[in-house]
DNA sequence: GTCAATTCACATGAAAGAGACCACGGTCTAGTG
DNA sequence: CTAGACCGTGGTCTCTTTCATGTGAATTGACGA
């Protein structure tokens, strides 16, 4: 028993961390550098609703990783902190992305009547009943106010339609007892734009935006972070700049940067290294890009696979930029020769878009005149990591 | 040489089908008193 | 008589097909200089 203690302690003792759950994405600390404005204006917009009062709708864009979340989720906190006793109000959130959660009408809603205590089969009912059971549940409940914070409705909306926020902010027209705020986060700058003009009107009573961080700003924030998470003398000189740079590249994405310090902490700790270096962030920032990669191929499905399959295989013999119709063909035969269905071109235009979207590939529709039009398509996935994307695809597709 | 019409090879949209999943209500069956 | 098994209906969700329409520039061919 004393030896495995020993090795326990060893452990702790070699750790660079001094408590890593600062670095995690989902962590949320007391205070929030550079985005003080930010969060009084939010404070300032939802105020009324400690007194129970119906407050504007607020939207709320900026990109990813410029403290959005963390903003809304601290005034949340701080006005349920004020509001605890007195029952006016209720605050709600719900993130629309995660799959598997909230990512059609049904489980959005499905999901807030879970949260507000009640309860609905997965599936099966219609979805106008799950309304109903909805507004029954509103009513009932003790609160005036319900404040829905929505996060990444664009990605919510991409997959439904946009009515259905429309019939959220409907609802208060149905509901006497009490009326609900929604506050919509987004990614996606011209999503506004996208909304049906009678929503965006409702939806965006107030607007704010989160400004991405600078790079000064960032390295406030991982200072203060590292200072928190790694033991003291720990972290190299200019670790904490270049990390900052990384991120700022990438339009001042504070997770990102986050991210990448405690990636970069461990590959040190796992070196037994006594110091985070620059190099570690360097192989960090390899890493994570690697295994994005590397995860979404993996769990992607079959047909997806072939797709890439196909064109990793062409771009290999011809090094220049392939089109749709090459994809295609070469996807055909290789279809037949693992005997799988072959699906149509339209829907391997779709795969394709999608891959544009996961960054896996480039794909620019051009036109070649006489020719026609076409996509043209070039791999995004670095040379470095091509072999081992190969290997998987042609393991889970068993070759 | 210039200009508009043509044409290609797909992109992009809309609608609808297939198959999986599930809830609900009704009916049947077997076990119980 | 009743609880549980079983079935049919009707709903959602995802992936896909079918049908329809759109599109940007190389090419063509008519036209005028």
């Given at each position: ?115 507000l205590g009640g309860s ?205 119709g090459d994809i295609y ?71």
């Open positions: 028993m004393n030896n495995i203690d020993k090795i326990f302690d060893s452990v702790s003792d070699r750790s660079l961390f001094k408590n890593k759950q600062t670095l995690q994405s989902n962590y949320s600390p007391e205070d929030i550098p550079h985005r003080e404005k930010q969060i009084e204006h939010i404070a300032s917009i939802l105020a009324p609703s400690l007194l129970g009062e119906k407050t504007s709708n607020l939207f709320i864009y900026g990109k990813t990783g410029t403290g959005k979340t963390l903003s809304v989720q601290h005034v949340a906190n701080e006005l349920m902190k004020r509001a605890r006793d007195s029952k006016v109000l209720r605050i709600e959130y719900l993130n629309c992305k995660l799959k598997k959660v909230a990512d059609t009408e049904y489980r959005i809603l499905a999901e807030l009547i879970n949260k609905v089969p997965p599936t099966g009912l219609p979805t106008d009943q799950v309304y109903l059971r909805f507004l029954e549940i509103l009513e009932k409940s003790d609160e005036k106010l319900l404040i829905l914070v929505l996060d990444e409705v664009d990605q919510a909306v991409k997959k439904i339609s946009d009515n259905f926020l429309y019939n959220l902010t409907r609802l208060n027209s149905e509901l006497n007892k009490i009326q609900i705020t929604i506050v919509g986060i987004s990614n996606d700058l011209r999503f506004l734009d996208s909304l049906d003009p009678r929503v965006r009107s409702s939806l965006s009573e107030e607007e704010l935006v989160f400004p991405p961080y600078n790079a000064l700003q960032l390295q406030d924030i991982l200072k203060k972070r590292a200072d928190e998470s790694f033991k003291p003398g720990v972290v190299s000189e200019g670790v904490i700049a270049k990390c900052a740079a990384f991120a700022a590249r990438e339009h001042g994405d504070a997770r990102r940067a986050l991210d990448l310090l405690r990636v970069a902490g461990e590959i040190a700790e796992r070196e037994s290294s006594s110091k985070i270096k620059i190099e570690h962030i360097d192989r960090a920032n390899d890493k994570i890009e690697r295994d994005k990669i590397l995860d979404i191929i993996e769990t992607e499905p079959k047909q997806f696979q072939l797709v890439l399959y196909s064109i990793i295989k062409l771009m290999k013999k011809t090094k220049e930029e392939i089109f749709t063909s070469y996807y055909q035969d290789l279809c037949k020769e693992v005997k799988v269905d072959v699906l149509t071109q339209r829907r391997v235009s779709d795969i394709l878009a999608e891959f544009d979207m996961l960054g896996l590939i480039n794909a620019r529709v051009i036109s070649k005149g006489r020719q026609g039009r076409t996509r043209e398509i070039k791999l995004a996935i670095p040379e470095n990591i091509l072999g081992k994307c190969e290997q998987i695809l042609e393991e889970s597709l068993n070759f």
